[in-house]
């Protein structure tokens, strides 16, 4: 039979109010054939850690707008190290200037997709990162 | 965990959830979630979502209305896609209400999508079927239609709080009357309520546990018990015929038998059966999946 499908969290943390681009990339996944869990807006990190812990997924893909990225990302990493999600690839997404995405990089984020990223681009490069980790 | 028969059965009462996209199955979850907790017990939600018929991937919403729940350790939630299973329910949704029940969760909540089909496995891997319609007299002939109604042990009419309820209630109620019972089965009762307001969910909660103790008083627990191993395994038989039969290239030893069918000197009937017996040899001879 066909495998599992590849199980990617989105979640929009932050207080900015916009879900659009967020539903997009949810829906980019969905006809790529994935199981896309989404949560809506305005989670915390602890929410989405917890809800991605319980859902099982292969990526937790976080999206913000809100510029708060550098307290925000860190949270979520350390409550995903904490949780023992270890082998769950974290993706950052949104608008994010340049020059955080090498720190993002380094806090352990698989990837920073920045808001002009194309949708194959994103379906590419969830398929690229979740086939390169190590088997479970 | 626990395979086939040496698996612990802890007792969680195991509710199903169904009604019309959008009649308000995921809010009522996360308010009898609520009420649950309040009363002590551990709740575990399975929310199935359709699975896209086009790409086989699926966006699975549900939590979004369940979302505060997520930070209290006493609730799980599991999102899954129906991936096509025929029937709608995920195979998995099955083995998941057994890991739940194993995990000694006290109340187990199965939501699923649609109408029709889906209801019925719900029925059967469930203890208590609660269906959840709303106001407005469409969606009511809408479900009478796909026999859902028949289903029911409870039945919620959400969004009490809209115009219209108090019709729909005694509509429903006038409708149940019509279906003959014997003097000791359980009536469903019709309840009014308002998942997003919180409104009339500890009555459901009370119908819900005295379904239960009329299920352990009568027996029909046990006879239900039955039922859901009996569906579970005919359904694993039908995933592995299909999978033996329709699998890729599974057809391509078979073709030429399907050829004598067009050229009319098979029946389609007999041809399936030769396709059949020829499956039962190639599922013989190979390991069989749990
Ligand atoms: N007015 C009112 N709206 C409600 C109530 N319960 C749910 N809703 C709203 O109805 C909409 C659908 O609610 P959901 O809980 O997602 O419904 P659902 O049946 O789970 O939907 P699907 O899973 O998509 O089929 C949301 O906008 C809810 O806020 C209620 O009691 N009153
Ligand atoms: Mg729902």
Redesign the pocket.
Known sequence: MTPDPIRVLVAKVGLDGHDRGAKVVARCLRDAGMDVVYTGLHRTPEEVVAAAIQEDVDVLGVSLLSGAHLTLIPKIVELMREAGAGDMLLIVGGVIPDEDVPALRALGAADVLLQDSPPETIVHRVRELVAARQPR | MGGAGGRPRRGAHVVG?T?????????????LARVARARGRTVGVI?V?PSSPFSGGAIL??R??MNDLALDPGVFIRSMATRGALGGLCRAAADAVDLMDAAGFGLVLV?T??VGQDEVDVMRLTHSVVV?S?PGLGDDIQALKAGVLEIADVHVV?????EGADRTLAELRAMLTLVPAAADAWMPPVLG?????E?GIEAVADALDGHLAHLKTSGELERRRRTMVTARVLRIVQDLVAETLLGPGALDADRAQLERVLRRELTPHACARALLGRAAERGRSRDVRP
């Open positions: 959830l009604g019309a996209p959008g009649s308000g199955k995921s809010t009522l979850a996360r308010a929310a979502d919403g549900d979004i209305r939501e999508v649609g959840v709303v959400n969004k009490a709080d809209r309520a308002s998942a997003a307001r409104e």
